[in-house]
C-alpha cells in the first residue's frame, strides 16, 4: 500500500487488525487459572502457576499484589505477567535499566521504581556491559523504602518475584519483615553457598521452603500454611499461632553458618584455581 522512506525509516500504512507488535507476547489467560495450565505460563519453569495453584487463594473485595524485583523486560521469561495482564493484580515492579523500565511503562500496569536495591540506602552506583563500560547509574533503595513509597508498608505482598543476578542477599537483608508481609518469595539463587545464606535469612523469619523450580526456590510464609489448611504436617497444624517463626534444632544457626562459610571457602578455592589455570581475567 502507500507508504514513503525518509533516509532513516519507511512507513507503510497497514491495516491496524493485522499488525502485531513484536514486544508482546500472546498469553492464555483462561488456560492459565486452571489446574493443567502450568505450560501456558510464560515464566521458565512455572513459578507463577506454581504460587497461584498450589497457595493463592483469593479474598472477597481485594486486590492481589505481586512486587517483582529485577523485573527486566515485561513479558519475556516474567513471573508476574501473568498476574499483571490476566488476573488484575496490583504490581510495583522494580527495575534500574533505564533501556529496560520505559517498556514495563508500555506494558505493564505496574508501578514502576527506576532503582537497584540495596540492603542500606540511598547510594549510586553504576552499572557496566559485558565488555565493562559505564552504561548508566541508578540510585539504590532498600526494599522497605521502595515498598513503603509504593504504599505497602504494612499491606499483603501475595508474590514477590527476587531476579537480581547475585544480588539477593543484599534484596532480603532490606525487608524489614515487621513492616512488609510477603506470603510467597519467588527467588532466582545463583550457585554455591548463595542457596543456603537466603535459608539463613528466611527460614528464621518464619518460611518454608516448598520447591525449586530450575535455579529459582519458592518460600511460603508458615502463617499462611497454617491459616489456609495448606499444610497437613501436624507440627505446624499444632503450633500457636503466636509462634509464627519455624521450630528449628538447637544450635541450627551456628550449624548452618559453617556450612555456608565451607562453601563459601570452596568457592573461593576454585576461583584460584581458575584464576591460576589462566581461566579468569585479573580484577
Same mark, same amino acid.
Given at each position: 500500500?502507500?507508504?514513503?522512506?525518509?533516509?532513516?525509516?519507511?512507513?507503510?500504512?497497514?491495516?491496524?487488525?493485522?499488525?502485531?507488535?513484536?514486544?508482546?507476547?500472546?498469553?492464555?489467560?483462561?488456560r492459565f487459572g486452571t489446574s493443567s495450565g502450568s505450560n501456558d505460563s510464560?515464566?521458565?519453569?512455572?513459578?507463577?502457576?506454581?504460587?497461584?495453584?498450589?497457595?493463592?487463594?483469593?479474598?472477597?473485595?481485594?486486590?492481589?499484589?505481586?512486587?517483582?524485583?529485577?523485573?527486566?523486560?515485561?513479558?519475556?521469561?516474567?513471573?508476574?505477567?501473568?498476574?499483571?495482564?490476566?488476573?488484575?493484580?496490583?504490581?510495583?515492579?522494580?527495575?534500574?535499566?533505564?533501556?529496560?523500565?520505559?517498556?514495563? %511503562?508500555?506494558?505493564?500496569?505496574?508501578?514502576?521504581?527506576?532503582?537497584?536495591?540495596?540492603?542500606?540506602?540511598?547510594?549510586?552506583?553504576?552499572?557496566?556491559?559485558?565488555?565493562?563500560?559505564?552504561?548508566?547509574?541508578?540510585?539504590?533503595?532498600?526494599?522497605?523504602?521502595?515498598?513503603?513509597?509504593?504504599?505497602?508498608?504494612?499491606?499483603?505482598?501475595?508474590?514477590?518475584?527476587?531476579?537480581?543476578?547475585?544480588?539477593?542477599? %543484599?534484596?532480603?537483608?532490606?525487608?524489614?519483615?515487621?513492616?512488609?508481609?510477603?506470603?510467597?518469595?519467588?527467588?532466582?539463587?545463583?550457585?554455591?553457598?548463595?542457596?543456603?545464606?537466603?535459608?539463613?535469612?528466611?527460614?528464621?523469619?518464619?518460611?518454608?521452603?516448598?520447591?525449586?523450580?530450575?535455579?529459582?526456590?519458592?518460600?511460603?510464609?508458615?502463617?499462611?500454611?497454617?491459616?489456609?489448611?495448606?499444610?497437613?504436617?501436624?507440627?505446624?497444624?499444632?503450633?500457636?499461632?503466636?509462634?509464627?517463626?519455624?521450630?528449628l534444632p538447637e544450635g541450627w544457626l551456628e550449624m548452618h553458618q559453617r556450612?555456608?562459610?565451607?562453601?563459601?571457602?570452596?568457592?573461593?578455592?576454585?576461583?584460584?584455581?581458575?584464576?591460576?589455570?589462566?581461566?579468569?581475567?585479573?580484577?
Amino acid at each position: 500500500m502507500r507508504g514513503y522512506c525518509s533516509p532513516r525509516i519507511c512507513v507503510s500504512r497497514v491495516l491496524k487488525n493485522i499488525l502485531q507488535d513484536p514486544n508482546v507476547l500472546s498469553l492464555d489467560c483462561d488456560r492459565f487459572g486452571t489446574s493443567s495450565g502450568s505450560n501456558d505460563s510464560i515464566s521458565e519453569f512455572g513459578q507463577d502457576w506454581f504460587a497461584l495453584e498450589n497457595f493463592i487463594r483469593p479474598e472477597d473485595g481485594r486486590q492481589p499484589v505481586y512486587v517483582d524485583i529485577g523485573a527486566s523486560l515485561p513479558f519475556d521469561y516474567s513471573n508476574t505477567v501473568m498476574f499483571d495482564r490476566c488476573l488484575g493484580w496490583r504490581g510495583v515492579c522494580v527495575e534500574p535499566n533505564p533501556h529496560l523500565n520505559f517498556m514495563l %511503562a508500555a506494558y505493564r500496569s505496574c508501578q514502576i521504581f527506576p532503582n537497584c536495591v540495596e540492603e542500606e540506602g540511598p547510594s549510586e552506583r553504576p552499572f557496566a556491559d559485558r565488555d565493562g563500560n559505564l552504561e548508566f547509574y541508578a540510585e539504590c533503595l532498600s526494599l522497605t523504602e521502595i515498598l513503603r513509597r509504593a504504599g505497602l508498608e504494612g499491606e499483603r505482598v501475595d508474590v514477590m518475584s527476587i531476579d537480581v543476578e547475585h544480588q539477593e542477599l %543484599a534484596v532480603l537483608k532490606g525487608i524489614d519483615f515487621d513492616l512488609i508481609d510477603v506470603r510467597v518469595f519467588i527467588i532466582e539463587v545463583s550457585r554455591g553457598a548463595r542457596w543456603l545464606e537466603v535459608d539463613t535469612i528466611l527460614l528464621p523469619q518464619g518460611y518454608a521452603k516448598v520447591a525449586v523450580l530450575g535455579r529459582d526456590v519458592v518460600y511460603v510464609k508458615l502463617e499462611e500454611l497454617r491459616s489456609k489448611q495448606l499444610a497437613d504436617w501436624q507440627l505446624l497444624l499444632q503450633s500457636p499461632p503466636s509462634q509464627p517463626q519455624a521450630i528449628l534444632p538447637e544450635g541450627w544457626l551456628e550449624m548452618h553458618q559453617r556450612v555456608v562459610d565451607d562453601e563459601l571457602e570452596e568457592e573461593m578455592r576454585r576461583e584460584r584455581k581458575a584464576y591460576y589455570d589462566g581461566l579468569r581475567r585479573p580484577r
